[in-house]
């Protein structure tokens, strides 16, 4: 009698993996929203804005506009200064936050007012104040000397410079909570065992504080310098980029090829701000990936 071979699966055999499971399936499903939303207002923008600008005559002409230079000068300036003044404000305040009396407490209230307001109604009122005719500060400096006080916004030198003061004093709160918590994170007893040993102030912070702080406060600085590349409130609304469009920065100098229906040309300006943008961008996720 002929017996007939039965194939039965192999009790070791494994069972075949599911291709996602349930909760990666949810990940994936919450995740396309997302994926669209920078696809469609990230990708598609930048990529169009790049298709726009690659014309070379494009650049030839940015190049020859002598606002253009002059922009330049005015962006690198007013990174360098506006961020190393805003960041070494920052360290020293956040050791005087540290305090722990009840008018500290108050006064640190205050202090993080400009950031927690909008920037459109602060520096719009910063402009109405400085105003040489009926502004709010030449007519306090009328009332106490005598004198008339400058006209702020029509010297190019001067402008320039209140709009970085506007900027260090709106953005400076938010710098000085960051090192403010990177300082509460530093142990109590490591100053307790230096006052022992007879350290002064200078010493604590130059062997305790920034050892501790150095690596926070190089990794926000690089971040405020991005950010600072790419603050637009702080000159358009107060100087509006003049007088005679010598106080544009990078982020405004495309509005002002906008107004004049240069559309090309304010693309350009955008594209040729990348070689300062970049390099940040990639020292500072180097320095996160650490």
Same mark, same amino acid.
């Given at each position: 009698?002929?017996?007939?071979?039965?194939?039965?699966?192999?009790?070791?055999?494994?069972?075949?993996?599911?291709?996602?499971?349930?909760?990666?399936?949810?990940?994936?499903?919450?995740?396309?929203?997302?994926?669209?939303?920078?696809?469609?207002?990230?990708?598609?923008?930048?990529?169009?804005?790049?298709?726009?600008?690659?014309?070379?005559?494009?650049?030839?002409?940015?190049?020859?506009?002598?606002?253009?230079?002059?922009?330049?000068?005015?962006?690198?300036?007013?990174?360098?200064?506006?961020?190393?003044?805003?960041?070494?404000?920052?360290?020293?305040?956040?050791?005087?936050?540290?305090?722990?009396?009840?008018?500290?407490?108050?006064?640190?209230?205050?202090?993080?007012?400009?950031?927690?307001?909008?920037?459109?109604?602060?520096?719009?009122?910063?402009?109405?104040?400085?105003?040489?005719?009926?502004?709010?500060?030449?007519?306090?400096?009328?009332?106490?000397?005598?004198?008339?006080?400058?006209?702020?916004?029509?010297?190019?030198? %001067?402008? !320039?410079?209140?709009?970085? @003061?506007?900027? *260090? $004093?709106?953005?400076?709160? /938010?710098?000085?909570?960051? #090192? &403010?918590?990177?300082?509460?994170?530093?142990?109590?007893?490591?100053?307790?065992?230096?006052?022992?040993?007879?350290?002064?102030?200078?010493?604590?912070?130059?062997?305790?504080?920034?050892?501790?702080?150095?690596? %926070?406060? !190089?990794?926000?600085?690089? @971040?405020?310098? *991005? $950010?600072?590349?790419?603050? /637009?409130?702080?000159?358009? #609304? &107060?100087?509006?980029?003049?007088?005679?469009?010598?106080?544009?920065?990078?982020?405004?100098?495309?509005?002002?090829?906008?107004?004049?229906?240069?559309?090309?040309?304010?693309?350009?300006?955008?594209?040729?701000? %990348?070689? !300062?943008?970049?390099?940040?961008?990639?020292?500072?996720?180097?320095?996160?990936?650490?």
């Amino acid at each position: 009698m002929s017996t007939v071979a039965i194939d039965r699966p192999s009790q070791h055999s494994k069972p075949v993996p599911k291709l996602f499971t349930s909760w990666e399936k949810w990940g994936l499903l919450l995740v396309v929203p997302y994926i669209l939303i920078f696809l469609v207002f990230v990708i598609y923008p930048v990529g169009y804005g790049l298709w726009l600008a690659r014309h070379p005559d494009s650049y030839e002409r940015l190049f020859a506009d002598p606002i253009f230079f002059r922009t330049v000068i005015n962006t690198i300036v007013f990174v360098v200064v506006a961020v190393n003044i805003k960041m070494l404000l920052a360290m020293g305040l956040s050791g005087f936050f540290l305090n722990t009396r009840w008018w500290v407490k108050i006064l640190s209230v205050v202090f993080i007012l400009p950031w927690a307001v909008p920037s459109i109604p602060t520096i719009l009122s910063m402009r109405f104040m400085l105003n040489p005719e009926w502004g709010v500060v030449n007519a306090l400096i009328y009332r106490l000397t005598g004198l008339d006080g400058p006209n702020w916004l029509n010297d190019p030198t %001067l402008a !320039l410079s209140l709009s970085m @003061l506007a900027h *260090i $004093w709106k953005s400076l709160p /938010f710098w000085t909570l960051i #090192l &403010l918590a990177g300082r509460m994170a530093i142990p109590g007893e490591q100053y307790e065992a230096a006052s022992v040993d007879g350290a002064t102030m200078w010493q604590k912070f130059c062997f305790i504080t920034w050892p501790s702080m150095r690596s %926070l406060f !190089l990794t926000s600085t690089i @971040l405020s310098m *991005i $950010w600072t590349l790419g603050d /637009f409130n702080s000159v358009y #609304l &107060l100087t509006g980029g003049g007088p005679a469009d010598l106080t544009h920065v990078l982020a405004t100098l495309g509005i002002r090829y906008l107004r004049l229906d240069q559309v090309d040309l304010s693309l350009a300006s955008i594209v040729v701000a %990348l070689p !300062l943008v970049l390099p940040l961008v990639y020292f500072m996720m180097k320095r996160l990936s650490k």
